[in-house]
Each structure stands twice: as structure tokens, then as C-alpha cells.
């Protein structure tokens, strides 16, 4: 193993020493300490523990300090060129992560270029590492029998005085610690020792929460699948039975029934005896989904992220031993430890929140699709609108494509109208974000009954502070962007790192009264409405007006409830949602995301179009959708107003191919942060150095683009100078090799990096 070679301290053991023939070595991992595999050699005493997947006892260091470290795997080695140290001990009975993932984890370490106490991270939650060195409480008990023969008022023969009386009060109290005991009787701990060396007490250990799994809450009727849906699962079915690996690309439009073929996909796996992972974006914003689940199946966890944290490790645990059926979560549910894994399904496999962008930074997707590999398992990828990533491959016949070309019950696709805002006629009748056609709309669709969904991309209630007289624009004090002005907190707000502060009563530069709010955010579109139709009841759906616990999950119920008519807010309310009673859905503004440096803007905004587009005409009354933008004429706004997915997927792929960009290429962001810009502009030119200087020595074979180092779009969030550059080639080995390699150069102070493989963020 590569760490072992420039650890000296480790050839502690003398080689000759060992009496096997065949020496098995631990390979051995830390939560704290970086770096490894560490190979130690396990003495015979421990040969016949489990030891992959349980925690050691092991020598550290050039003092051998005992540490505990994780045992990765087991090999034999015929012959022991050097010295190794010996394991000490093994902490537990049964290996505390299962080896598929533990393989898992060494995919992660090389894929990704993390430590592994940085994948130990992802795999463990830390509830549960936190427990490592605390002990489960243990509870003692009367034996079953022992307490049957009190209860007939049998006396045990040989007790003394004081065990007798230890005895019948835990047959009187129920379980309790021993100290507990003790302090109730008396006494030392003596007698109940002699009492549970007797076999008439016994210990048990005491998680003190009821079991976490629920479900099925309420009888359901269970829809009759249609001919697409139908034929769709006959061919996953097979591939279950089969119990092979393969991804299946599930492009289904909003409506078509993909959550139905989920559940029954997993209905079959479950009768196997095996288990599911569902993965959500978002699982405070799937109430609709994980309802369904909980009401078709028995034994589902709800992995939510307001767990607390022992709740956190009694889920994982109940996981692990089994007890789950299904587990539902977001992104780290990838990691839940289940047993007997039969199926991985990724709802909505496009959204972005399945990329964790803070370290350990991986895709929960890739990482699904490299466990549905080592477990031999299928994965389902379902979306209305496939990321394409996933739909070059289901087109490469690398995945397999299950189409779901209709929504059910003959339901058709909402027509969508385009507003031109440049006309002069929807402006001149606009006063505030709505233009005269979306009124009209919304008139009707309230005149007649219906629920109408509004989407404006921006919280707040004005986008930036500005003065008119000088120009100046308020700034965050940490961060290169405009503040916010929330007028409902009345504060300035920096959507990035939170700080907050008090309105300026007059410029902070020129020092003129009569400072602007200018730009329109979901505040702002609020009051607007309220003015416009003063009789129907309003709710605004926005991270700001969300933060209560349940406030969610209320809200859409008081919208199922027909309580509230129009629905507004952020993207939020464009996902998943499924009222039949939405006969209108109204976009503000379709370019919010539509000029962002990235190249995946069009796709995004694609996306979101298309989805919030699919929140209208579930029901029988049908629906419409109406989309307000400045560029009718965007490739994007375009395929989203005639719901085309392929055609705007085929012209998307070609501007991707022309500039390599993933799919085409493999890309990888390293990005450069310091206190001061020339810190990280000098760190990012050695980095590119070093790069440089590799890519060269590796030959004309292995090319890479590099594109940078040069100022991130955001180029200062928190303080700190961000400056990148962009890697693309065409394999993920070529872009390893460099990143490694850039690890060589020393970081000055002040300064800092990180590498991001299939970067998701470019700002
Ligand atoms: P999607 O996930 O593709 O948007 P859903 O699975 O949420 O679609 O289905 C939309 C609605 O249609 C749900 O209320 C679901 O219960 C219902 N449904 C699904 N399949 C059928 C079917 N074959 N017949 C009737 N209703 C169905
Ligand atoms: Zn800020």
C-alpha cells in the first residue's frame, strides 16, 4: 500500500518472527489520521475475528500510542519483506460496515481523490462515530424465568438478605441500570454482580428510542398501470430477477406515473427479501413521495435531515441489522448501510442537490451507479427532464432507456403561451412582474375554480439596493454581491453567506437621500398580488418564509385543502408537486438563470421551465402554463414551451460536444481561495505550473484542456478570493494524475485548495 512506504515507524515487528506460512495483513484506515491503507499484521490470536468492517486497536505513530482504526480489508501474502506492527485487538463483534461498502469507499478514495478519513466521513454519519467510544447503556433485567417463580411467590434458594432484595425490586421496577439498582437498594454493586453471576439477572442494552420505522399508514388504491408503465416494469422486473447490474434511464414527462413504477419495482425486490434505497433531492420538499411510499410498504426510514442525532445512529443501526425495507433519504442515504441491497432508485436523478459540495465532495448519483455495480443490483434513474449526462449514455446504450411518453389517464401536456416582454404593449400595461396576458390568466383560472402556481426564481423583495443619484450599489461586506432587501425582516441580506444589516436611510457614498429597491423578488411579487386580487387567498413558498419545522408540509397541505389559490415562490414549488386542481401555472420571469457562466445554463433553466410547466393540468379541468421572458426566442424557453426534450437534448449535446465539455470530456474544477487575490492568483499560476509540467511529461497521449486560473464569476464569497481553473480530457484517470500531482506544491498561508471532480457549481 502506498502509505506504508514512506512510514518507517511501521517496520517495527521483526519479519522472521511470525510462525504462519501465510501472513494475512489488515489493511487499516483512521478517522482522524490522514492518508492510508496502513498494513498491519494480524497475530493469530485475531485470525479468527471478522475484522473487515470492525474497528482495531492498533499502534500509531513513533510512539506506538494505541489508536482505533477501521480493518478495509484482509489479504495473505506469501512472504513478508518487511517489518510490520501487529494488530492488538478488535473492538467489535460484527463488522460495523458491510464490506460492499467498504469497496464502496476505496471506489469513492480513487474516483474522487479523498482521503479515507475523509470517506469514512460520508460512510459513517457522525452520530454514529461520535458513539464509537461511548458505550450502549446496559439495563438489567429479571430473567423471564426467575421472574415467573417470584411471581408465584417461589423464594430462590441461596440468596443472601441483600441479593433478595436486589432481586425483587428490579422484578418490581423493570429494567434499570445497574447504578440505578444499586442507589434504589443500597447497596454496593456487589450483590447484583453475584446475582447476574448467577444467570437470575441479565443485561440488555438500552437504545431507549422506539423502533423508527413506520408504515403502511393508510389503505390506498393502488392504480392499475397503463401499457407504458406496464411494459416498463416487465423489463426492470427482468433485470431484477436477473439480479444483475444496470442502470435504467426511467425519461418519463411530469405526470406519466414514474413514482407508481418505482413502487412496484420495489414491490418485487422486497418479495425477494432484499432492500431499497430511495434517493430524493430534497427530502422536506418530497412530502407527496415519501407519503406514498409510507403508505404502500411496511418497514420504511424516512432519513430526514432534522433527525436528531440519535435518531440519526437508531436509524442506522435498524438499517444496518436489516429491520428496513426501504430506505428513503437525500444524497448520504447512498451510504445507508443496508444488508441485502436489491435496488437503488434516484428520483429526479437531474437535480443538482445530489452533488455534495462541501467535503467529502461526491455525486450521489455516480456513487449509486459504482454500488449498483459492486452489489450487482439495478439502478433506476427517473426524471422528465434527464440530466445529459444520463441521457448520453441511455443513448450510447450504455443505460438502458424506459420511455413513459404520456401522463396517465390520457391527461395531456399543459399547453404553454410564451409573454414577450420586450414588447412594448406588455410592458406599458405592466406595472410590477405581471404583464396583462398573466393577469388575465390568473382571473380566469381563480373565476373558474382552479389553483394557480406562480414561479419567480428570487427571494427576497428587492434584488439590489441602489442609489440614484451616484450609482453606488450595497454590497456585502464579505462577499462581491449586492445585498438583498427583505422587506418583510427589513434588513439588507447577502444571499451567500447570510450577513445581514440595517437599511441605509441615505446613500453610504454620495450620502444623497432616496435610495432605490430596485429588481423584483418573491416579497415584492407578493404584494403585488395582494393587490391585484385582493380576495384570493395567497401563499408565498420561499426559504425565508419556510423555516419553521413542518411549515412545508402545512403549507401544501393548506393548498391540497383548497385553503389557498395561488401558490408563489421559488423553485421550491417546482418540483414533484402533484394537485389535480392547478389548472395554471405562471412564470415570472424564464431568464432568472438564463446568462449565468456556466455551461449547463440552458440546461438548468430547461429543466426548471419543464418542471414547474408539469405542476399544471393533473386533473380532469386540464391546465395551462404561461412563461414571461425577455428572450421568447432561447433554445431553452423554446423546447420548454413545446415540452421537447429530445430535440433540445440533441442540440445541447452538439455546443457540448464542440467544446468537450462533459459529456463529451471529463472535467474537473480546482479552485483556489485566499485572503488576498494575489495569494490565490500566485497559488493558482504554481498550480497550473505543476500541471502544466505533468500534462507535458505524460505525452501528446493523455491530453487535457486547461482553461484558467482566472477569477471565479463570484470572485470573493466570505472574504476569501476565489480564482479556478477548469480541466477537461477526455478520461477521469488523466485528471487524477494532475490533481495529485498539483498536491506536491506547498500552500502558503492565508491560502487554500480544492479539487472538485465533475464540478457542478462553476460559480
Ligand atoms: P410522476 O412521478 O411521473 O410525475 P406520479 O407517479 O406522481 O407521476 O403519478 C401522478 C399521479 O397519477 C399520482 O397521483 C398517481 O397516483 C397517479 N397514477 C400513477 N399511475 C397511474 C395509473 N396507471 N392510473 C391512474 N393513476 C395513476
Ligand atoms: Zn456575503
Given at each position: 500500500m502506498a502509505g506504508t512506504q514512506n512510514q518507517p515507524w511501521l517496520f517495527d515487528t521483526p519479519a522472521g518472527e511470525q510462525p504462519a506460512e501465510e501472513w494475512c495483513i489488515a489493511e487499516v484506515v483512521f478517522?482522524?489520521?490522514?492518508?492510508?491503507p496502513f498494513d498491519y499484521l494480524v497475530p493469530p490470536g485475531l485470525a479468527?475475528?471478522?475484522?473487515?468492517?470492525c474497528r482495531v486497536r492498533v499502534p500509531l505513530g513513533r510512539s506506538n500510542r494505541l489508536a482505533v482504526g477501521f480493518c478495509i480489508a484482509l489479504r495473505r501474502e506469501q512472504s513478508l519483506e518487511r517489518r510490520l506492527k501487529e494488530l492488538?485487538?478488535?473492538?467489535?463483534?460484527?463488522?460495523?460496515?458491510p464490506p460492499s461498502l467498504l469497496q464502496l469507499g476505496r471506489w469513492i478514495a480513487e474516483y474522487y481523490l479523498l482521503d479515507w478519513a475523509e470517506v469514512l466521513e460520508a460512510l459513517i454519519p457522525a452520530p454514529v462515530r461520535r458513539t464509537f467510544?461511548?458505550?450502549?447503556p446496559i439495563r438489567l433485567e429479571v430473567a423471564t424465568s426467575v421472574l415467573e417463580a417470584i411471581m408465584a411467590g417461589e423464594k430462590i434458594p441461596g440468596l443472601t438478605d441483600k441479593q433478595w432484595g436486589v432481586l425483587t425490586e428490579l422484578a418490581k421496577s423493570g429494567p434499570l441500570q445497574a447504578a440505578q439498582l444499586a442507589r434504589r437498594c443500597r447497596c454496593s454493586l456487589s450483590p447484583i454482580e453475584s446475582l447476574r453471576r448467577r444467570g437470575l439477572i441479565q443485561g440488555v442494552p438500552h437504545r431507549?428510542?422506539?423502533?423508527p420505522v413506520v408504515g403502511p399508514t393508510a389503505d390506498v388504491s393502488i392504480p392499475t398501470l397503463n401499457t407504458e408503465q406496464d411494459s416498463a416494469l416487465a423489463r426492470i422486473g427482468k433485470i431484477i430477477d436477473q439480479k444483475q447490474h444496470k442502470v435504467v434511464l426511467i425519461?418519463?414527462?411530469?405526470?406519466?406515473g414514474k413514482t407508481e413504477l418505482y413502487i412496484r419495482c420495489i414491490e418485487k425486490v422486497i418479495q425477494q427479501g432484499r432492500q431499497a434505497i430511495v434517493l430524493v433531492p430534497e427530502i422536506s420538499l418530497t412530502p407527496q413521495l415519501t407519503d406514498r411510499f409510507r403508505a404502500r410498504f411496511a418497514r420504511v426510514a424516512i432519513l430526514h435531515s432534522h433527525l436528531t442525532d440519535r435518531e440519526r445512529e437508531h436509524y442506522w443501526r435498524e438499517i444496518a441489522e436489516g429491520g428496513v425495507a426501504v430506505v428513503i433519504g437525500a444524497?448520504?442515504?447512498?451510504?445507508?448501510?443496508?444488508?441485502?441491497?436489491g435496488i437503488i432508485v434516484i428520483d429526479e436523478?437531474?437535480?443538482?442537490?445530489?452533488?455534495?459540495?462541501?467535503?467529502?465532495?461526491?455525486h450521489a448519483r455516480e456513487v449509486a451507479i459504482a454500488r449498483g455495480e459492486l452489489e450487482k443490483i439495478p439502478v433506476l434513474l427517473g426524471s422528465a427532464t434527464p440530466s445529459l449526462e444520463s441521457w448520453y449514455r441511455a443513448q450510447k446504450g450504455v443505460y438502458d432507456l424506459v420511455t413513459l411518453s404520456s401522463r396517465v389517464l390520457q391527461r395531456t401536456l399543459p399547453p404553454v403561451a410564451l409573454v414577450d416582454l420586450r414588447e412594448p404593449r406588455a410592458l406599458a400595461s405592466?406595472?410590477?412582474?405581471?404583464t396583462q396576458p398573466l393577469h388575465q390568466a390568473i382571473h380566469q383560472a381563480l373565476e373558474d375554480g382552479g389553483q394557480v402556481i406562480l414561479l419567480l426564481n428570487r427571494r427576497g423583495f428587492a434584488t439590489h439596493i441602489q442609489c440614484p443619484g451616484c450609482g453606488f450599489v450595497l454590497k456585502c461586506s464579505f462577499c462581491d454581491i449586492a445585498l438583498r432587501y427583505h422587506r418583510a425582516e427589513s434588513f439588507a441580506l447577502c444571499h451567500y453567506c447570510n450577513y445581514r444589516r440595517d437599511l441605509p436611510?441615505?446613500?453610504?457614498?454620495?450620502?444623497?437621500?432616496?435610495i432605490r429597491y430596485l429588481g423584483i423578488g418573491t416579497q415584492r411579487l407578493e404584494d403585488e398580488l395582494r393587490r391585484r386580487f385582493p380576495h384570493a387567498k395567497l401563499l408565498r413558498m420561499d426559504a425565508d418564509a419556510m423555516q419553521a419545522r413542518n411549515a412545508y408540509e402545512q403549507a401544501l397541505a393548506a393548498f391540497h385543502r383548497g385553503d389557498v389559490q395561488i401558490l408563489l415562490g421559488t423553485?421550491?414549488?417546482?418540483?414533484?408537486l402533484d394537485f389535480p386542481n392547478v389548472t395554471l401555472v405562471g412564470v415570472i420571469?424564464?431568464?432568472?438563470?438564463?446568462?449565468?457562466?456556466?455551461?449547463?445554463a440552458a440546461e438548468r433553466t430547461f429543466q426548471l421551465l419543464t418542471q414547474v410547466a408539469?405542476?399544471?393540468?393533473?386533473?380532469?379541468k386540464g391546465g395551462r402554463v404561461l412563461i414571461q421572458t425577455f428572450?421568447?426566442?432561447h433554445p431553452a424557453v423554446q423546447a420548454a414551451a413545446g415540452h421537447a426534450y429530445r430535440p433540445f437534448a440533441e442540440t445541447e449535446l452538439k455546443a457540448r460536444e464542440e467544446f468537450g465539455y462533459p459529456p463529451f470530456g471529463c472535467m474537473a474544477r480546482v479552485l483556489v481561495r485566499g485572503v488576498r487575490l494575489e495569494l490565490a492568483q500566485s497559488l493558482a499560476e504554481a498550480l497550473q505550473g505543476v500541471i502544466r509540467q505533468e500534462l507535458a511529461a505524460l505525452g501528446t497521449n493523455s491530453p487535457c484542456r486547461i482553461l484558467g486560473p482566472a477569477p471565479c464569476p463570484?470572485?470573493?464569497i466570505r472574504r476569501h478570493f476565489r480564482i479556478q481553473m477548469q480541466l477537461i480530457a477526455k478520461e477521469h484517470a488523466i485528471l487524477r494524475r494532475l490533481i495529485s500531482r498539483a498536491r506536491a506544491v506547498p500552500v502558503p498561508e492565508g491560502a487554500h485548495w480544492i479539487h472538485d471532480i465533475d464540478p457542478v457549481d462553476m460559480l
Open positions: 478517522l482522524r489520521s490522514a492518508g492510508g479468527h475475528e471478522p475484522l473487515v468492517g492488538v485487538g478488535c473492538l467489535d463483534e460484527k463488522p460495523l460496515i467510544h461511548r458505550k450502549v431507549g428510542l422506539p423502533a425519461h418519463g414527462v411530469t405526470g406519466s444524497r448520504s442515504a447512498v451510504f445507508a448501510p443496508v444488508p441485502r441491497l436523478e437531474h437535480e443538482w442537490s445530489f452533488k455534495q459540495e462541501t467535503n467529502p465532495r461526491y405592466t406595472r410590477g412582474a405581471i436611510e441615505s446613500c453610504p457614498q454620495c450620502s444623497a437621500a432616496g423553485q421550491m414549488i417546482a418540483k414533484g420571469s424564464a431568464d432568472t438563470a438564463i446568462h449565468l457562466p456556466d455551461f449547463r408539469g405542476r399544471a393540468g393533473r386533473g380532469p428572450d421568447p426566442n463570484l470572485l470573493k
